[in-house]
Nanobody, 130 residues
Framework: QLQLLESGGGSVQAGGSLRLSCTTPTSTLTHTYNGFAVAWFRQAPGKEREGVAGTDSYGNTIYSDSVKGRFTISQDNAKNTVYLQMDMLKPEDTAMYYC????????????????????WGQGTQVAVSS
């Protein structure tokens, strides 16, 4: 079973920045052309889990409208890590953030559906105060 590990969460004031990291013990995450896709999801208390950003193994990216222009997903092949750089944070960004992985990109219409992702991390908490 492939294990994903998130880190980088914390507490910041509105307007601040955080960078989340997602890695795996095996050299699977960011090997170009291997077909492994990664996405970041978040879940606030009482709300459904929502897709925030995704990337395929070629480096193509996609974002939800709520974070577009503020968040950036990227890969570091040397470190086998996928990052989520979060800038201009808002209180409504407060949530548990999860890294998800899949062999194969789910598609533009499906990527934000958590049910199509097979591998998950334990989550890292992000809290943004006003």
């Amino acid at each position: 079973q492939l294990q994903l590990l998130e880190s980088g969460g914390g507490s910041v004031q509105a307007g601040g920045s955080l960078r989340l990291s997602c890695t795996t013990p095996t050299s699977t995450l960011t090997h170009t052309y291997n077909g492994f896709a990664v996405a970041w999801f978040r879940q606030a208390p009482g709300k459904e889990r929502e897709g925030v950003a995704g990337t395929d193994s070629y480096g193509n990216t996609i974002y939800s409208d709520s974070v577009k222009g503020r968040f950036t997903i990227s890969q570091d092949n040397a470190k086998n890590t996928v990052y989520l750089q979060m800038d201009m944070l808002k209180p409504e960004d407060t949530a548990m953030y999860y890294c998800a992985g899949n062999w194969g990109w789910p598609g533009l219409a499906e990527w934000s559906d958590p049910n199509v992702w097979n591998y998950w991390g334990q989550g890292t908490q992000v809290a943004v105060s006003s």
